[in-house]
């Protein structure tokens, strides 16, 4: 059975640091991503690493604050996010999929996502 067991969220403030993890069990993708949905808002692709630690990440407002990281032993993949903003809160999801680089909207394996809540 595969699954993909997110955890690390929580309720910080602004300015403060977070870091995901997400642990897969059962297969071992080429590609791991992270997206994000916000309360009324469509989900979106945060950050994306492959097998060989290339990495992609979504909306400009992330990159330099968040850092998505691999552990192909543990297959186990992190985002690391620094400086938060309220603007981040979101239900964060952990996806993957065999195929290197999937479309953003149709990774096959799904985590159950993590609450990240951030004061101002």
């Known amino acids: 059975q595969v699954q993909l067991v997110e955890s690390g969220g929580g309720l910080v403030q602004a300015g403060d640091s977070l870091r995901l993890s997400c642990a897969a069990s059962g297969r071992t993708f080429s590609t791991m991503a992270w997206f994000r949905q916000a309360p009324g808002k469509e989900r979106e692709f945060v950050a994306g690493i492959n097998w060989r630690r290339d990495i992609t990440y979504g909306e400009s407002s992330v990159k330099g604050r968040f850092t998505i990281s691999r552990d192909n032993a543990k297959n186990t993949v992190y985002l690391q996010m620094n400086s938060l903003k309220p603007e981040n809160t979101a239900v964060y999801y952990c996806?993957?999929?065999?195929?290197?680089?999937?479309?953003?909207?149709?990774?096959?394996?799904w985590g159950q996502g993590t609450q990240v809540t951030v004061s101002s």
């Open positions: 996806a993957g999929d065999d195929r290197e680089w999937p479309p953003q909207s149709n990774y096959d394996y």
